[in-house]
């Protein structure tokens, strides 16, 4: 019987080596740009021809000699790894050796370069498995430009592929989140001879994510950097929404990046959705975008052939790290105070106050309380329902019931107690499943008779209130622990239209800017609305001249 196994032959194994890095024109974008950042450019102009399978990118990097453009192409040729040991302290973005080769399969491929400071340029053509078919002098600028034409042109590839509209729209995508990783270069996109988009370069990440997601203003995001304790060249960098400014329908905008790539990290991505969790509305999820700046010896790029998926050491401490992080990033501090505010909002409630002009506004006597080192200091109440509070750079309001809410919840949240109630709490009529689900959340439930039902243990907080039977019978509706925390302390905050002294006041402002998560309440409500001093001073037009003011 002859044998059914046999070797491929070599241009069959080309073509399946390149499927691993070449899959798209994306892929392709992606690949020649990641070059042109490891040469140290800082501005990239990428020329793209869809109906042709052609593409340009140019760069202002180190550029190549003539030695070098001439083994560029050939299988695994990289100037970035020596030795197996190199792949433990990968500093570039490429490191493998297969792109440009892999494209002398796929398409047909041409540089021209000239390093910084040499005087001439060359262009070189290649032909099959990277050889050098043509070579010849050229005038261009120190850089280097790659151009690839009429990409899998040889083969049956192009018939399986997304339509030309959708390959762009992820060539726009894979430049976005480089860009995001490297917010220093200039970006310029073209398509069919006609600029595209282009990309500023801003001085942090945070600075330049307004170009990508124009719905997001720079004073909806707060950016923090962290030097990561015991671990030597190690940083964390991280831009995040605020959850009561903007949010996200999908979880399309948590972004992990390591080491200037994006990749995908289930676990850190599942860390930062925890670590908002309940400060956003019901279904919807944050804007997250986390670059992690880790020693290489830390990382294994070995584990997928488009170097999207890592093996991360210790990523549990990781995992600290970004909670932390976050939580910080998310706290209110005399740091940011005199933040940007939503503008948009800051004109409603400026207009409504024009409009109106009739709050029931009490002010109360500053020497009924003392004197506090407090950011904000409590000076009044509107309608019994808003803290009026002021601070070095202008005023805010915060609205008592669901600023007292985020205090209970996070009290609940650290210290859950249930305690022995006597005489027990009586309940009428229960179904299976209420029984079960007060059991599901730990309190001590029995029959007490026909249809009657005795509650045994109570949640600390519900203990004192005289509408404890309605505050159980709405936890026997159902939800997890952390929807009977939200509920018990919704139940238990402080209601609106309650009058407050300026001490009960302080005391609730004091205690909800030292929560994890102030700026929302558990349903993921804003609590507060910032009013600048700037913003005050435009509109009682206070930047006129006295003169003028007076019609002189």
Same mark, same amino acid.
């Given at each position: 019987?002859?044998?059914?196994?046999?070797?491929?032959?070599?241009?069959?194994?080309?073509?399946?080596?390149?499927?691993?890095?070449?899959?798209?024109?994306?892929?392709? /974008?992606?690949?020649?740009?990641?070059?042109?950042?490891?040469?140290?450019?800082?501005?990239?102009?990428?020329?793209?021809?869809?109906?042709?399978?052609?593409?340009?990118?140019?760069?202002?990097?180190?550029?190549?000699?003539?030695?070098?453009?001439?083994?560029?192409?050939?299988?695994?040729? @990289?100037?970035?790894?020596?030795?197996?040991?190199?792949?433990?302290?990968?500093?570039?973005?490429?490191?493998?050796?297969? &792109?440009?080769?892999?494209?002398?399969?796929?398409?047909?491929?041409?540089?021209?370069?000239?390093?910084?400071?040499?005087?001439?340029?060359?262009?070189?053509?290649?032909?099959?498995?990277?050889?050098?078919?043509?070579?010849?002098?050229?005038?261009?600028? $120190?850089? @280097?430009?790659?151009? /690839?034409? =009429?990409?899998?042109?040889?083969?049956?590839?192009?018939?399986?592929?997304?339509?030309?509209?959708?390959?762009?729209?992820?060539?726009?995508?894979?430049?976005?989140?480089?860009?995001?990783?490297?917010?220093?270069?200039?970006?310029?996109?073209?398509?069919?001879?006609?600029?595209?988009?282009?990309?500023?370069?801003?001085?942090?990440?945070?600075?330049?994510?307004?170009?990508?997601?124009?719905?997001?203003?720079?004073?909806?995001?707060?950016?923090?950097?962290?030097?990561? #304790? =015991?671990?030597?060249?190690?940083?964390?960098?991280?831009? /995040?929404?605020? $959850?009561?400014?903007?949010?996200?329908?999908?979880?399309?905008?948590?972004?992990?990046?390591?080491?200037?790539?994006?990749?995908?990290?289930?676990?850190?991505?599942?860390?930062?959705?925890?670590?908002?969790?309940?400060?956003?509305?019901?279904?919807?999820?944050?804007?997250?975008?986390?670059?992690?700046?880790?020693?290489?010896?830390?990382?294994?790029? =070995?584990?997928?052939?488009?170097?999207?998926?890592?093996?991360?050491?210790?990523?549990?401490?990781?995992?600290?790290?970004?909670?932390?992080?976050?939580?910080?990033?998310?706290?209110?501090?005399?740091?940011?105070?005199?933040? &940007?505010?939503?503008?948009?909002?800051?004109?409603?409630?400026?207009?409504?106050?024009?409009?109106?002009?009739?709050?029931?506004?009490?002010?109360?006597? #500053?020497?009924?309380?003392?004197?506090?080192?407090?950011?904000?200091?409590?000076?009044?109440?509107?309608?019994?329902?808003?803290?009026?509070?002021?601070?070095?750079?202008?005023?805010?309001?915060?609205?008592?019931?669901?600023?007292?809410?985020?205090?209970?919840?996070?009290?609940?949240?650290?210290?859950?107690?249930?305690?022995?109630?006597? #005489?027990?709490?009586?309940?009428?009529?229960?179904?299976?499943?209420?029984?079960?689900?007060?059991?599901?959340?730990?309190?001590?439930?029995?029959?007490?008779?026909?249809?009657?039902?005795?509650?045994?243990?109570?949640?600390?907080?519900?203990?004192?209130?005289?509408?404890?039977?309605?505050?159980?019978?709405?936890?026997?509706?159902?939800?997890?622990?952390?929807?009977?925390? /939200?509920?018990?302390?919704?139940?238990?905050?402080?209601?609106?239209?309650? $009058?407050?002294?300026?001490?009960?006041?302080?005391?609730?402002?004091?205690?909800?800017?030292?929560?994890?998560?102030?700026?929302?309440?558990?349903?993921?409500?804003?609590?507060?609305?910032?009013?600048?001093?700037?913003?005050?001073?435009?509109?009682?037009?206070?930047?006129?001249?006295?003169?003028?003011?007076?019609?002189?």
């Amino acid at each position: 019987m002859a044998s059914t196994i046999q070797a491929l032959p070599t241009e069959v194994v080309y073509l399946i080596t390149a499927g691993e890095v070449i899959d798209s024109l994306a892929s392709v /974008v992606r690949e020649l740009v990641e070059n042109s950042l490891d040469a140290g450019a800082t501005r990239i102009v990428v020329s793209l021809w869809p109906q042709q399978w052609r593409i340009h990118v140019a760069d202002n990097g180190c550029g190549m000699n003539l030695d070098d453009l001439q083994q560029a192409a050939t299988a695994h040729s @990289t100037s970035k790894i020596r030795s197996s040991a190199d792949l433990w302290k990968i500093n570039s973005l490429g490191f493998r050796g297969e &792109a440009l080769h892999s494209l002398t399969t796929l398409a047909d491929l041409e540089i021209l370069s000239r390093p910084a400071g040499g005087n001439l340029g060359w262009r070189v053509i290649y032909g099959d498995s990277g050889k050098v078919a043509q070579v010849e002098a050229t005038a261009i600028a $120190p850089g @280097t430009v790659v151009i /690839v034409s =009429n990409l899998f042109g040889s083969s049956s590839r192009r018939q399986g592929l997304p339509s030309a509209a959708q390959q762009m729209k992820a060539v726009q995508g894979t430049i976005h989140q480089i860009a995001l990783c490297h917010p220093h270069v200039t970006w310029q996109v073209c398509q069919n001879d006609r600029q595209w988009f282009t990309i500023c370069p801003a001085t942090t990440t945070g600075n330049l994510l307004p170009q990508i997601l124009p719905q997001v203003r720079q004073g909806d995001l707060q950016e923090v950097k962290l030097e990561v #304790p =015991n671990t030597p060249n190690s940083a964390l960098n991280l831009v /995040v929404g605020l $959850p009561d400014r903007c949010h996200r329908h999908r979880p399309d905008w948590v972004r992990v990046a390591i080491n200037g790539r994006m990749v995908k990290s289930p676990e850190l991505e599942q860390t930062i959705l925890s670590a908002f969790h309940r400060t956003l509305p019901r279904d919807r999820y944050p804007i997250c975008f986390l670059h992690l700046a880790i020693s290489p010896e830390q990382i294994n790029w =070995n584990r997928n052939p488009a170097k999207t998926e890592i093996y991360l050491n210790e990523l549990s401490y990781w995992q600290e790290q970004i909670t932390q992080a976050i939580n910080q990033a998310l706290r209110i501090s005399s740091a940011n105070l005199k933040e &940007a505010v939503h503008t948009t909002r800051v004109g409603k409630l400026l207009k409504a106050a024009e409009a109106k002009g009739g709050y029931n506004f009490n002010p109360k006597n #500053p020497n009924e309380g003392n004197d506090t080192q407090h950011s904000l200091k409590a000076v009044a109440q509107v309608s019994n329902t808003y803290i009026v509070a002021e601070h070095s750079g202008g005023m805010w309001l915060v609205e008592q019931h669901i600023a007292h809410e985020r205090v209970l919840y996070e009290q609940l949240c650290d210290n859950w107690q249930l305690v022995p109630t006597e #005489p027990p709490i009586i309940l009428y009529q229960l179904s299976p499943a209420q029984v079960s689900q007060l059991q599901r959340i730990g309190l001590d439930i029995e029959p007490f008779g026909e249809q009657l039902w005795a509650v045994r243990t109570l949640p600390t907080l519900l203990q004192q209130r005289e509408d404890c039977a309605e505050a159980i019978l709405e936890l026997s509706w159902g939800g997890d622990l952390q929807t009977a925390q /939200v509920a018990v302390a919704c139940r238990s905050a402080i209601r609106n239209g309650t $009058p407050m002294d300026l001490q009960e006041m302080q005391t609730l402002l004091d205690e909800w800017q030292r929560t994890r998560n102030p700026r929302t309440c558990p349903h993921g409500r804003p609590i507060y609305l910032s009013l600048e001093e700037s913003a005050l001073a435009r509109f009682f037009r206070r930047n006129w001249v006295i003169g003028k003011s007076h019609g002189v």
